[in-house]
C-alpha cells in the first residue's frame, strides 16, 4: 500500500509545502504517490515528477480546477482514498480547506498540523497557541494528516522522473460558485518558506510597508504582520504570522513593534535566531528574543537598513 | 432563514494554559471560560444579518458536559433566538463533533451553519469543512466577508494569496475568520435576562451511537523553552552580532 499526499500549486510551481509533506511522508517507508490538480500544466507534473521521494504522480486535469474548490478535490480523495494507508498535505489555508471534508467522506478522524511523527499512527501537536504539546494516536485504518510546513524540511529534486498516471476528475459540484480572487502582488519571497523574515506590529501605522520593504529587499527578506496591524489595513492578511495566521520558522526572525502575544508567538517562536526591536524593556517579545534592541523603532529602522550591506 | 451557530466553551484566551500537577491533562479548574473567540464571531455575525432582517432564528448550540451551558446563557444574553446543548460527558474527536452537528442539522434543517474556523484550545480547524461534507453542502471556510443575496450565500475567504469570493447556495457551512467581525459586549441586564431563558438538552448518544473517538490523547508535555536572550546597546552591536551569529547568511 501507498501514501497519498496532495499537492499545492500557485499555477506556475508547487509549493515548497508540499515539499515538506513529501519529506514527512517518507517516516512511513511506503511509496508515495503525489495528487496533482490542475487545469493545464504539464510543467507541473514535470516538476511533480522529479521530487525527491515522489514515486508516482496522479494528474487530475479538469477545466473547473483552475479555481479548485474543496467540494471538488475532496470527492477526488474520497474515490481514491481506500487504496492508501495514509493520505496527507500540508496544514496551509488551501489544503486544511480540503482534508478535513475528505476524512469527513471517508468517515476517518483527522489529525491536524503534525509536528513530528512518532509512528505509523503517532503524532506530535501542538494546542494552545503553541503552549502544551500533545501526543496523539489514531485508531483508524486510513490515516488522515496535515503537518506543520516549518517542522519539516522541503523535499529536493532528482534526476529520474516517476511516472504520471492521469486519474479523471469527478463532475464539478454545482452548489459552489467561483466569482473571483484578490492576489496581493508583493516581490518579496513567500512568507511560509523564506529564510528572513522582517515582520511588523500595529505601531508602524500606515507606514507600514513603506518602513520594512527596504529592509527586506536588502535581506531578501519576507514580510510578516501581527494581526493588530493586518486588522488595521496596514498589511493584507496573508502576512499575518500567528496561531490563527502563518507559523514560520526561518534561520532569522526580527520582530518590530511588536508585543509578543502568545497568538502571534506561537506563529514564529521556533524561528532559529529571534531579533526583537521594542521601545517597552517589558515587552513579552524580548522573553522568547536572541537578540533585543529597546529603542524607538521610526529611529532604528533607517539605520538599521542603512547599516545591513 | 434560519441560522446554526456551533460553539465550543473553552479556557478564555486571556488565560496561558498550564498542564496539571498530576501530567494528565490542561488545568482548567476553575479557569475562566468562555466560547471560543472565532465561535463567538460566528455567532455575532448571525445576530447581523438578524438585526439586517435576513435571519430570523439563530440556534445556538454547544456538545459538552452539562457545565457548558454556561456559555450556551452567554450566547443567549449575545442575542440568540434559541440555545441547545448536545450533552457529552467524555472528549470527543472533532469526526465525532461533526456527527453530532450534523444529525441535528436533519433535525432542524438550517438554511446557514456558521463555526469559527477553529478553537482556540485544540486548533484543529475541521470541524465546519467535516460537517459541510457530511451534508454534501457547500462550505465556505475562513470568511472575512458574508453577504446573502437572494439564495446564495457570497463569501469572501482568506486565502494564502490574498482572498477569494464564492457563492454558496444554502444550506451552506460557514467557518469565521478574525475579520469577520468585531463582538459586541454583552450588557449585564441581557445576561440577567438569559439567565431565565430554557436551554434544549439532548444527550449526544440518542442522536448518533457511535462516537467513541478515534483519535487519543496519549502524553501531554510543555514545549521546548528557548535559551534566554541578550539585549544589544545599539544598531551598530546588534549588527556585529547578526553577523557574528550567521544568521544573516542565505
Ligand atoms: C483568537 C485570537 C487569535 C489571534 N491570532 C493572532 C495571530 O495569528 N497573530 C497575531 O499576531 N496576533 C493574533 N491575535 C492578537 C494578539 O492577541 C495581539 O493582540 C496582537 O498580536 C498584537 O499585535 P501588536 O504586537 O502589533 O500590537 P500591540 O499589542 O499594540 O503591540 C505593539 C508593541 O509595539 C511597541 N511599540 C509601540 N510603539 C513603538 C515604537 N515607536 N518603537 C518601538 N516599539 C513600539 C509597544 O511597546 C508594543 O509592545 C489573536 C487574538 C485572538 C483573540
Keep these: ?309 | 432563514m434560519k441560522a446554526l451557530v456551533a460553539v465550543k466553551r473553552a479556557l478564555d484566551y486571556n488565560i496561558v494554559p498550564r498542564i496539571r500537577s498530576d501530567g494528565t491533562d490542561v488545568d482548567i479548574a476553575g479557569a475562566k471560560m468562555s466560547i471560543s473567540p472565532l465561535d463567538e464571531i460566528a455567532l455575532e455575525e448571525a445576530l447581523r444579518l438578524k438585526e439586517q432582517n435576513k435571519v430570523d432564528e439563530i440556534l445556538v448550540v454547544s456538545v459538552g458536559p452539562a457545565i457548558t451551558q454556561d456559555v450556551l446563557r452567554h450566547g443567549l444574553a449575545m442575542g440568540a433566538s434559541r440555545a441547545l446543548l448536545l450533552e457529552a460527558e467524555s472528549l470527543l474527536d472533532q469526526l465525532g463533533i461533526a456527527k453530532l452537528l450534523h444529525a441535528l442539522v436533519e433535525r432542524e434543517k438550517p438554511d446557514l451553519i456558521l463555526l469559527g474556523k477553529q478553537s482556540i484550545d485544540d486548533e484543529a480547524c475541521q470541524v465546519g469543512q467535516m460537517l459541510a461534507g457530511l451534508m454534501n453542502a457547500s462550505q465556505g471556510t475562513f470568511a472575512s466577508k458574508l453577504q446573502l443575496v437572494n439564495d446564495e450565500i457570497i463569501v469572501t475567504r482568506e486565502t494564502e494569496a490574498g482572498t477569494e469570493t464564492l457563492a454558496l447556495m444554502l444550506p451552506a457551512v460557514i467557518t469565521a475568520d478574525l475579520r469577520l467581525n468585531e463582538p459586541r459586549f454583552v450588557k449585564l441586564p441581557n445576561l440577567m435576562m438569559a439567565k431565565k431563558k430554557p436551554i434544549e438538552i439532548i444527550p449526544a448518544n440518542e442522536l448518533v451511537t457511535h462516537l467513541e473517538p478515534r483519535i487519543k490523547r496519549t502524553q501531554i508535555s510543555p514545549p521546548a523553552t528557548r535559551p534566554p536572550g541578550i539585549l544589544v546597546k545599539d544598531v551598530a552591536d546588534l549588527v556585529t552580532t547578526l553577523n557574528k551569529s550567521g544568521a544573516l547568511h542565505s
Design chain 1, 1 to 309: 500500500m501507498s501514501v497519498l499526499i496532495l499537492a499545492e500549486h500557485d499555477g506556475q510551481h508547487i509549493r515548497q509545502s508540499t515539499r515538506s509533506s513529501i519529506n514527512a511522508a517518507q517516516a512511513r517507508n511506503e511509496p508515495v504517490h503525489l495528487l496533482l490538480c490542475s487545469d493545464h500544466a504539464d510543467t507541473l507534473a514535470h516538476e511533480a515528477q522529479h521530487i525527491k521521494g515522489v514515486d508516482l504522480v496522479l494528474h487530475a486535469s479538469a477545466k473547473h480546477f483552475a479555481h479548485p474548490l474543496a467540494e471538488d478535490i475532496a470527492s477526488l480523495i474520497m474515490k481514491l482514498g481506500n487504496d492508501y494507508t495514509a493520505i496527507l498535505a500540508a496544514h496551509t489555508p488551501f489544503t486544511r480547506n480540503i482534508l478535513p471534508r475528505a476524512a469527513a467522506l471517508l468517515d476517518v478522524g483527522m489529525i491536524s498540523d503534525v509536528i513530528e511523527i512518532i509512528s505509523p499512527n503517532t503524532y506530535v501537536r501542538s494546542i494552545y497557541a503553541g503552549n502544551i504539546l500533545v501526543t496523539v494516536k489514531s485508531s483508524d485504518t486510513l490515516q488522515m494528516f496535515t503537518i506543520r510546513t516549518s517542522a519539516f524540511k522541503p523535499a529536493e529534486n532528482q534526476e529520474r522522473a516517476a511516472p504520471v498516471q492521469s486519474v479523471s476528475a469527478p463532475d464539478p459540484f454545482k452548489r459552489t460558485r467561483f466569482i473571483d480572487e484578490v492576489h496581493h502582488v508583493s516581490d518579496r519571497p513567500d512568507l511560509s518558506s523564506a529564510k528572513i523574515i522582517v515582520s511588523g506590529g500595529r505601531p508602524l501605522g500606515d507606514q507600514f510597508e513603506a518602513l520594512l520593504t527596504p529592509l527586506a529587499k536588502k535581506m531578501n527578506a519576507a514580510i510578516g504582520a501581527t494581526r493588530a496591524a493586518v486588522d488595521a489595513g496596514f498589511a493584507p492578511n496573508e502576512w499575518q504570522v500567528g496561531s490563527t495566521g502563518c507559523i514560520v520558522a526561518p534561520q532569522l526572525y526580527i520582530a518590530i513593534g511588536i508585543s509578543g502575544a502568545v497568538q502571534h508567538l506561537a506563529g514564529m517562536k521556533d524561528s532559529q535566531v529571534i531579533v526583537a526591536i521594542n521601545h517597552d524593556p517589558d515587552a513579552p517579545i524580548f522573553k522568547v528574543a536572541d537578540y533585543g534592541l529597546v529603542a524607538d523603532l521610526f529611529e532604528v529602522l533607517p539605520e538599521l537598513t542603512d547599516a545591513l550591506n
